[in-house]
Nanobody, 115 residues
Framework: QVQLVESGGDLVQPGGSLTLSCAGS????????IGWTRQAPGKQRELVGY???????IYVDFVKGRFTLSRDNAKRIVHLQMDNLKPEDTGVYYCHTLGTSPVYWGQGTQVTVSS
């Protein structure tokens, strides 16, 4: 079993930066890929990217070059560094496991990009 807790959401101006964190517990965390998915108001959830247990990261096209994933398995934490934020990045950001059954989700953290 894995428990995930996100933090770091905030109000930020366009062009600004923010780092989200996903703290995990449970023995599975260090061997499980962790993803970030966001949900904008009135829209479906969309995957932002994920990082493998070994630290390799994959990003969707609309965040490539702006978002960076990293993880520290010893500390059981995954970071999502977000730069050059745009208003369309606004939403609730969730971290979750990949490849597990069931999939474990955090409670989400709100990111608002607005001037």
């Amino acid at each position: 079993q894995v428990q995930l807790v996100e933090s770091g959401g905030d109000l930020v101006q366009p062009g600004g930066s923010l780092t989200l964190s996903c703290a995990g517990s449970g023995s599975m965390f260090s061997t499980t890929a962790i993803g970030w998915t966001r949900q904008a108001p009135g829209k479906q959830r969309e995957l932002v990217g994920y990082v493998s247990s070994g630290g390799s990261a994959i990003y969707v096209d609309f965040v490539k070059g702006r978002f960076t994933l990293s993880r520290d398995n010893a500390k059981r934490i995954v970071h999502l560094q977000m730069d050059n934020l745009k208003p369309e990045d606004t939403g609730v950001y969730y971290c979750h496991t990949l490849g597990t059954s069931p999939v474990y989700w955090g409670q989400g953290t709100q990111v608002t990009v607005s001037s």
